[in-house]
């Protein structure tokens, strides 16, 4: 997306909140070939191009889930629906998962990640979206747990970024990224505060909360939603990964840690590019996965840079993944992002996650990663000496190669 002349003041703002504190004085012009995205979508793909009809999937068209109203909103909205852990969770650490040998570790990643790159369903009448801001919330789910859709609508582009308040969203269902889409159902965007928070997600206007009922609940793996929101036609996509408590994980800052510097994304925003990224990181974090952990991709940037991060994940070639944004327009820094990443990783204790491997870049990181309590060995920051926590410094991702290609295969093959 271009920004406006009249906007460029403003962006350069914003992206440095979100983004980082170091600016460089060039970027990344490198297109790059075209790429399957986490999200499902190929780069510049979006619903009004897709010819896919959805089947009906055990839903109404046009309604919630069933024990829902009409809006597709829980029917719990006056209470915190965060308060208990789900059944058949815990929140002590999960199973050492260091050592091989044996049947394979429980939710380890036996199995290649799924493309999930369907062409997306349309609605009868449905034109070309007004925006490319609006985002889902993809989410990792363990067995037994609630499960909800989670997004929001914005209108106009940026930097208005204006939410969709009171408008329909019809939601469909690619089950186990199979290529066969269902209905799911159709929810009402919010208006602000009228929600009460799920998975850490605050109701701040335009918000979807959509629990999916018992009858359409989703069997352990990598399931994609993709809705659109009825006159605007805005849509997204969502990865919702369901796995037992207990699965190993890797969770990975972004800007600094995984492109080539703190600040590249609020330069190759404005150009148009993708940032590029440092050497060997893709590599490594690959081979991570190759390994059974499951990826996840945790930013402080804005929540509208979503679709961005999904680029650079596909483009880049890392591993697909869980992708969490802040849940602001602004994004954090300093004591903000650690705050944020330390509330992340508390939702993941709560529900019996907690990852085994941690990267990051900055003083930040390093104190967010303190909340796991992981070895400190595990918890690898790039070109920065954490003289606090004792977290382990790498100076290129090379370092990591041999390392992680000697680590037991979770799935004993």
């Known amino acids: 997306m271009r920004a406006r002349p009249i906007a460029l003041l403003t962006s350069c703002f914003l992206l440095h909140l979100g983004c980082g504190e170091d600016p460089r004085p060039g970027a990344d012009t490198e297109t790059g070939a075209q790429t399957t995205l986490d999200s499902g979508l190929t780069p510049g793909s979006d619903s009004n191009d897709a010819t896919t009809a959805p089947t009906t999937g055990g839903s109404d068209s046009g309604t919630g889930t069933m024990g829902q109203d009409p809006t597709g909103m829980s029917s719990e909205t006056g209470q915190d629906v965060t308060t208990a852990d789900p059944p058949g969770t815990t929140t002590e650490d999960p199973p050492d998962t260091t050592t091989g040998g044996g049947d394979p570790v429980p939710g380890a990643l036996c199995e290649p990640i799924p493309k999930c790159d369907a062409a997306p369903p349309t609605i009868p009448g449905q034109g070309a979206p007004e925006s490319d801001l609006s985002r889902g919330r993809d989410m990792f789910y363990v067995e037994g747990e609630e499960q909800w859709v989670l997004a929001k609508f914005t209108k106009w582009g940026f930097p208005a970024d204006k939410d969709i308040e009171g408008s329909p969203v019809h939601l469909f269902l690619d089950r186990g990224c199979a290529g066969v889409w269902e209905e799911l159902g159709v929810a009402i965007t919010t208006v602000e505060g009228e929600h009460a928070p799920v998975q850490g997600v605050d109701d701040s206007g335009g918000r979807v909360y959509y629990k999916i009922s018992q009858s359409d609940e989703l069997e352990p793996g990598r399931h994609r939603v993709h809705g659109v929101v009825e006159e605007f036609w805005n849509t997204v996509d969502i990865i919702i990964d369901v796995v037992p408590a207990g699965a190993p994980i890797f969770v990975s800052d972004v800007d600094g840690t995984l492109t080539t510097s703190e600040n590249e994304e609020a330069w190759d925003f404005l150009l148009g590019d993708i940032p590029e990224a440092n050497p060997f990181a893709a590599e490594a974090l690959s081979l991570l996965a190759s390994k059974g952990y499951r990826p996840m991709y945790l930013t402080a940037r804005p929540e509208w840079l979503d679709r961005r991060t999904r680029e650079f994940v ?100």
């Open 314 to 413: 596909a483009l880049r070639g890392f591993p697909a993944g869980i992708i969490h944004t802040t849940l602001t327009y602004t994004g954090g820094m300093g004591d903000t992002a650690v705050a944020y990443k330390s509330g992340e990783f508390q939702l993941l204790k709560d529900k019996g996650l907690v990852p085994t491997w941690l990267f990051g870049n900055k003083d930040s990181d390093a104190e967010a990663f303190e909340s796991t309590m992981i070895p400190t060995d595990h918890r690898v920051l790039f070109q920065f000496t954490d003289a606090v926590y004792g977290a382990r410094r790498i100076d290129s991702y090379q370092e990591l190669l041999a390392e992680f290609e000697a680590l037991p295969d979770l799935c004993d093959r």
